[in-house]
């Protein structure tokens, strides 16, 4: 899934790039091309590119949490009123906005563990 991402000039699609921004562009046969940056080099000709696309470039869509929870159930933080009283759940569907456990708890908000908490929290298991 791909969204329009829009610079004003060639130049700050190429910062983007050379600081790691992956964008696309479509290609004969509606392929998407990554635009790189590799030793000081691009894989394409910026301002042409930049130019015959008429600033139409694209990112790949980060899907939301809820799509990810439609996908397979996330372990998340879960709080109604203060995230000071948040626990971690397993949320496996959203119905009608609430993040809903599948228990049947639901829950106002909430927020997907990071990385470093999930290994936290497999290690704490260990003990």
């Known amino acids: 899934m791909y969204e ?4 004003e000039t060639w ?3 190429a910062k983007y790039v050379i600081d790691g921004g ?3 562009w479509f290609g004969k046969g509606n392929t998407p091309k990554l635009v790189k ?3 000081s080099v691009f894989n394409a000709d910026i301002p042409v590119l930049f130019g015959n696309t ?4 694209y990112v790949k869509k980060q899907p939301t949490l809820e799509e990810l929870i439609a996908i397979k159930p996330r372990l998340c933080w879960v709080w109604d009123c203060d995230v000071k009283n948040r626990k971690m ?5 959203v119905i009608n906005g609430k993040f809903v456990t ?3 708890f639901s829950f106002e908000y909430v927020q997907m563990l990071t990385d470093d908490e999930i290994k936290k ?3 704490d298991g260990d003990n």
């Open 4 to 7: 329009q991402i829009k610079f």
């Open 11 to 13: 130049q700050e699609l």
């Open 22 to 24: 992956e964008v696309y």
């Open 37 to 39: 940056f590799h030793c």
């Open 54 to 57: 008429a600033g139409v470039l």
């Open 89 to 93: 759940r397993i949320i496996d569907k």
């Open 102 to 104: 599948d228990a049947g």
């Open 121 to 123: 929290f497999l290690s």
